[in-house]
Structure formats: C-alpha cells, structure tokens
C-alpha cells in the first residue's frame, strides 16, 4: 500500500521492537509506577504516530530530491496528492499528543507533553532546513532516535534512582539501583551514534539529488572520502565504549553479553568499516546503510540477553 510505504513500516517495526523490548527488559523489572501495560502502549502508540508523521513531512519537503536520487520510490504526487500528506501530518501528531498527554495528566505532570512537542517540532524543521545543512540533521535524527529509549526515563519515576555508577560506586546491580538509568543511557548512545553513522552514509548515497537542490551535507561540503572516514571514526567511538563494557561485564561474571557483544556488535561494526572504504558507488553507500540497520537490530535484540543474565545473576544472589 502507498500509505505504507510512505511512512516506512519497516522502520516503524524497528522502533515498536526498541520500545517493547526495552519496556520488557529494563522498566518492567522496576515495576513501573507510570507505565503500566495500557499507559505504556499509548507511548509507544504516540511515538509510531510521531515517527510516521515525521516520515510524511519529510517526504513532502523532499519531493524534487527525491525524484532524482530515488524516482521509482517517490509516492507522493504519482499516487498520494501532496495535500493528503499535510493532513495526515496533522492528524497523526495530533492523535499522538493526545495519547501521550492522557499519559502526562493520568501522572500529574503536563509538562512532559513537551518531550511529544519538541520531536514534532524537531522533525518539522529537520524536513524543512535541518536536513540541507552541514551536519545539523544528523544530529537532530540521531537525537530523536536516542528519545525513543530516553522517553521510558522521563514518563517513568520509578527510573528516577540515584544516578551513582552501578560498578565503581559499589551498588548492587538489582531492582531499585541506577543500573537501569544507566542500561537507558548505554543504548540510547548506541542508538545516537549508529544513527549518526547512517545518516551519514545515507547523505552519501544521495549525494547528487542532494546537491542539485542547494543543500550542504558532510559529503557535498566535505567530499566522499572525508565523509568515509568521520563515519569509521564515529564507529571506533562506538567500539571502544562496547569493548569495555563487555570487559567490566566479563569482570563481574557476567558471560552471554560480553560474549554477544564482541561477536554481534563490535566485530560487526569492524567488519563494516572496513567494507564501507571499499566502494564510492550509489549502490555500496545503499548496502553500507542497510547493513548497519541489521547491526542495529542486533544491538536491540542484546536487550533480550542482559535481561536473561541480569536475572540469572539475581536468582544466584
């Protein structure tokens, strides 16, 4: 259906993945105050809502560059009319901010409704002008890809522990410790930067559409190779991180996710750098993107792994 394809099912699927598993795996176990099963689906509702209007908008702002980087794609105008697409817009965000908002007062606390505002607004200017300059709607789609995870911190208070470090500062790493927070905080880096990385190479493959109207990404401002190599710099900022999160977790007994990490994640993302200084063609940048989307996929699925052992680890103590 074109409806689907506009607003990129695939990658909604991928976000209600994220979501699920990181309510399952890591706010659940806190027995959450707030997010229960129906609260926690109106979220997780808002935020496909959110996503998919984005998606909408974006491809309305985009509709001349992407009859030139991908013209047998475009949906809008050949089968959607570009009217329809505003109102969806409208109407998607305004249904996701009254979900979050019975949320937000249900928790007497309104004022998280901004967290919804400000990724509508962000992704509203992302299409319109973020997107077309240097570096700034890179970081603004990483950004919003870290506040998928970082939502459950802010609509959940029984998340809100003393943010010492589990490990250095002795605490246990049980229900009612900061591991949670800090669990939240490691993948939604991972989420950050992996992001980062793809956005990137995604500005390499439309390179050309891109610079046909006007606009001034890494690669357009920089060129091909400098872009290559920021991208396998972000990766090792990625690994270096993974790699001693999987030592202090091997230190401290744990065995499936050092072992998931280093041979799902980090080689992964090795392999990769390697692969994406091979090639500066439309259809390698296009398999750089879609592989670290399955390197993606397999960072949230670990979530699975950490809950298995992390409760493991409970029952032993």
Known sequence: ????????????????????????????????EVLKPVHFSYIVLSTLLIAAAGYIINDYFDFKIDLINKPEKVVL?????????????AILNSAALVLAGIVALKAHHPEWLLLQVACIALLWFYSTDFKRQYITG?????VLTALTIIIFFVYEPALHHEFSLPVLAGVSWHSGSSLPFWTLLVYAYFAFMLTWMREIVKDMEDY?????????????????????????????????????????LYHYKYVLLPFYIALFLILPIVLWSFFLNRGFTKLHYHTSSRILKVIMLLGICSLLIYHLELYANLIEE
């Not at 105008?77 to 817009?89: D, G, L, M, N, W």
Request: aromatic share 6%; net charge positive; with cysteine.
């Open 1 to 32: 259906m074109p409806w689907l394809r506009i607003i990129r099912w695939k990658n909604l699927t991928i976000i209600l993945l994220t979501q699920v598993l990181v309510w399952w795996c890591v706010v659940l176990p806190e027995d959450p």
């Open 77 to 89: 105008e050949k089968i959607i009319p570009r009217k329809h697409a505003i109102i969806a817009h």
């Open 138 to 142: 890179n970081i603004a789609i990483s």
């Open 208 to 248: 050309k559409g891109d610079e046909s109207e006007g606009c001034l990404t890494l690669p357009i401002k920089r060129g091909l190779k400098y872009s290559t190599g920021f991208a396998m710099v972000l990766s090792l900022l990625v690994v270096m991180p993974l790699a001693g999160a999987a030592g202090l």
